[in-house]
């Protein structure tokens, strides 16, 4: 596993750093620079990121959910103080676990455990929605193409439906695919769907 903590004090990082040393097979890389943040992480690639931010002003916050949002990985960050703003704005940053004056060696590893399967589960849970919003979007290109055959044709529905299947089957492809290509024709036809 490799993990980047990122703070700019060395002795805070330090603290992070005693909580992970038994975790086996993992690497860590401390970064305490925020010049170049983003192409840092991305040149690290870690499977995890341990933000440690102490009482970051404003746009130290704003800067680092900038950097969240730019992965695509779990995030803890550990501030020394926080309000409901912040804790919302991380949320929205995509940070997986937001931790309010809770620094201490002993606590880092259930906070990566609990960091990595909120990320899991969050991810899980787009994943589906993308999954079902791409369902959706078939099926609403499959009864826009039914309406185009029904109208152009004069045929009813079944017929509709067994025109586009018959045609999926005949090319090899699915009949969603069959579905928007006579959409897009139609459209390029100039008709309205």
Do not use: W
């Not at 912040?86 to 590893?109: E, F, K, N, P, T």
């Not at 079902?132 to 009813?156: F, T």
């Not at 928007?180 to 769907?193: I, N, S, W, Y």
Request: net charge negative.
């Amino acid at each position: 596993m490799r993990i980047a903590i990122i703070d700019e004090s060395a002795s805070r990082a330090a603290v992070i750093q005693e909580g992970l040393v038994a975790i086996d097979d993992c690497e860590i890389f401390v970064v305490t620079d925020r010049r170049g943040l983003v192409a840092r992480i991305g040149e690290i690639a870690p499977d995890i990121v341990l933000m440690d931010l102490g009482n970051p002003s404003r746009d130290v916050l704003e800067e680092y959910f900038a950097v969240s949002r730019a992965l695509a990985r779990p995030i803890a960050m550990f501030v020394d103080e926080s309000d409901d703003e912040s804790i919302a704005a991380s949320i929205d940053a995509g940070v997986s676990a937001y931790v309010v004056d809770g620094l201490s060696a002993h606590r880092i590893r259930p906070l990566l455990d609990l960091a990595v399967r909120r990320f899991n589960a969050f991810a899980r849970l787009q994943s589906d929605l993308a999954e079902a919003k791409g369902k959706l979007a078939e099926r609403d290109a499959i009864d826009q193409a039914k309406r185009i055959l029904m109208d152009s044709r004069g045929m009813p529905e079944p017929a509709a439906y067994a025109e586009l299947r018959k045609a999926a089957m005949n090319q090899g492809r699915r009949i969603a695919e069959i579905a928007e290509a006579v959409v897009t024709a139609h459209q390029l036809l100039g008709g309205k769907v």
